[in-house]
């Protein structure tokens, strides 16, 4: 069993800077760039809630345009950005036996009614019913 690696959003900051630069030229302009950085650190940050206008105010930014605007109109190659992050993944973290396992929320599920929290019931249905 290959030994686990977990990254935390204080561990990203040099990774996260040395990723932007690799995808800067994906932006048409400066601002789009910007406003991809600041959406970035927003969603790996510690906010109780994430959509643009707390990811905005967690920038310091005064309204959310910036990051809509970065999400319905701006000029930006998101499928090269795509094909950057998946290539400085493989640098980074290609090992022939890892898993990854992506948990969004890192919440323990506990209830029976939580998703993930019951075991799973398999139930098959007999031949010939």
Not at 31 to 44: D, I, K, M, N, S
Request: proline residues 5%.
């Amino acid at each position: 069993m290959a030994a686990g690696h977990r990254v935390t959003p204080a561990s990203w900051q040099a990774g996260l800077e040395e990723l932007l630069g690799r995808v800067a030229g994906r932006f048409a302009r400066v601002e789009p760039r910007r406003h991809a950085r600041a959406l970035v650190l927003g969603l790996l940050a510690d906010l109780p809630r994430k959509n643009c206008w707390t990811i905005a105010e967690h920038a310091g930014q005064a309204t959310p345009d910036g990051l809509q605007h970065l999400l319905a109109g701006a000029v930006w190659d998101e499928h090269a950005v795509r094909d950057d992050v998946r290539d400085y993944l493989v640098e980074h973290l290609a090992d022939p036996e890892a898993v990854l396992v992506v948990d969004k929320t890192g919440d323990l599920k506990k209830g029976a009614r939580t998703v993930g929290g019951a075991a799973p019931v398999h139930r098959h249905r007999r031949q010939g019913r």
